[in-house]
């Protein structure tokens, strides 16, 4: 997990038959078809790290691997400029707000200071649906709702989340807009919420509404702020497990360890449904039901050399926080995702850039 000093010693790669089958073991199992994240393999997790694995001495092979086949299953990507409607469940600080819309609203900044989260998004760019058109470069945020009165508990399941996101657009006053071309729901719960297996399996999932259930198909992601119930698992590195001796947490880049932490699980999830928006793009393995997707691919990669409890190459600003990326104002740490067409791990802060 150092920054800027000597990296891991890597193992050899192991044959392809023992890869196939670690890369089974992988896949997260979840009751209805999400694709769940936390921002790194702590000891005793089976899912599968490329970057445990070095096939070569480029630095900018992180996670590189022939055996990894990510695949286009014919399915739809956000080809449209797309829409990001956020719904702010629970009680959220203003100045906690305001880091996560200049998050989003940093994508499509391509003005940014290099290395930028504009030039992160490129990757994601680079996947196509079946007529050749890419994934939009334009993201913008759209609508808002907040539910500061907790309308659904403190306490929801994974279907409980769909129930959320049927009040935010059926609302009688300000519902948020249906859009299930391009717009992208995100529903962000505060430190005093827990969602079913927040913490012990997954930080942030994503998949769509069931119409049976909200009326339409929407894509949606989950991210829940962590600070309270487990930060060591969903904001490392900005706070570190303490089964993990010895090891001294970063500073978080916008001074707020819960909300630091979320940027780069929203930034997973949107970029996986970008990807993958109704489980039937672009992902690695033979059933959609348990899809190894662009960022699982690089889970735990923030920079050159990272992997597992390493972030990789990254970057001390001069207050001595910790950031990979620069957003239109602030800074940001953010996980890299895979390229298909290079076949590895990449983000704008690679050494070789």
Known sequence: ???????????????????????????????????????????????????DYTYGDSKKYEGSSEFVKLKYHMGPVLTSNITVHTIWYGRWERNQKKIIREFINSISAV???????????????????????????????????NDRFYSHGKSLTR???????????????KPLPINPRSGLYLLLTSEDVYVQDFCTSVCGFHYFTFPSLVGYTLPYAWVGNSAKLCPGQC??????????????????????????????????????????????????????????EIADLCEGIYGTGGGGSYTGQVMDAQDGATYNMNGIRRRFLVQWVWNHILNYCTGPNALDH
């Open 111 to 145: 003005r940014s200071k290099s290395p930028s989260i504009a030039g992160w998004w490129r990757t994601v760019q680079l996947y196509t649906d079946q007529t050749g058109s890419n994934i939009s470069k334009s993201v913008r945020l759209g609508e808002e709702k």
């Open 159 to 173: 279907l409980s989340i769909q129930s959320v996101i049927k009040s935010a657009v059926t609302a009688r006053t």
């Open 235 to 292: 904001a490392y590195p900005f706070a570190v497990p303490a089964f993990i001796p010895n090891r001294k947490p970063f500073k978080s880049p916008n001074g707020d360890v819960g909300v630091d932490g979320m940027i780069s699980v929203i930034a997973h999830e949107m970029a996986e449904l970008a990807t993958n928006p109704l489980a039937n793009a672009w992902y690695a393995g033979q059933d959609p039901s348990f899809p190894v």
């Open 1 to 51: 997990m150092c920054q800027s000093s000597i990296l891991p010693r890597l193992p050899a790669p192991p044959s392809a038959a023992i890869l196939s089958l670690i890369l089974l073991l992988s896949l997260t199992t979840t009751t209805t078809l999400v694709a769940g994240w936390r921002p790194w393999n702590p000891p005793g997790n089976n899912r599968f790290n490329l970057s």
